[in-house]
Nanobody, 121 residues
């Protein structure tokens, strides 16, 4: 069982930056495939970034070059650094943990409660 708690959301102007954190407990993240997802009002949840136990990453085309997923195994925490934010990045961001590889398939078995990111133009 993995418990995930996101933080770091907020309101920023377009072009600004935010760093989201996802603190995990119950299991070391080093053995998991970790991911960030987001859901905007009226839209389906979408995958934003994945980071597997080998360190491989995958990003949605819409965030490539602007978002970076990383982790600190000692702190059991995953981060999502977001720069050059756009209004279309406005959403609730969720952290997820599962198993698998970026090259294959990463499951999302455990979810956090989400953190709101609002980008104003």
């Amino acid at each position: 069982q993995v418990q995930l708690v996101e933080s770091g959301g907020g309101s920023v102007r377009a072009g600004g930056s935010l760093r989201l954190s996802c603190a995990a407990s119950g299991s070391p993240i080093s053995g998991h495939c970790m991911g960030w997802f987001r859901q905007a009002p009226g839209k389906e949840r979408e995958e934003v970034a994945l980071l597997d136990s080998d360190g491989s990453t995958k990003y949605a085309d819409s965030v490539k070059g602007r978002f970076t997923i990383s982790k600190d195994n000692a702190k059991n925490t995953v981060y999502l650094q977001m720069i050059s934010l756009k209004s279309e990045d406005t959403a609730t961001y969720y952290c997820a943990a599962g198993w698998g590889t970026v090259r294959g398939y990463c499951s999302s078995n455990y979810w956090g409660q989400g953190t709101q990111v609002t980008v104003s133009s």
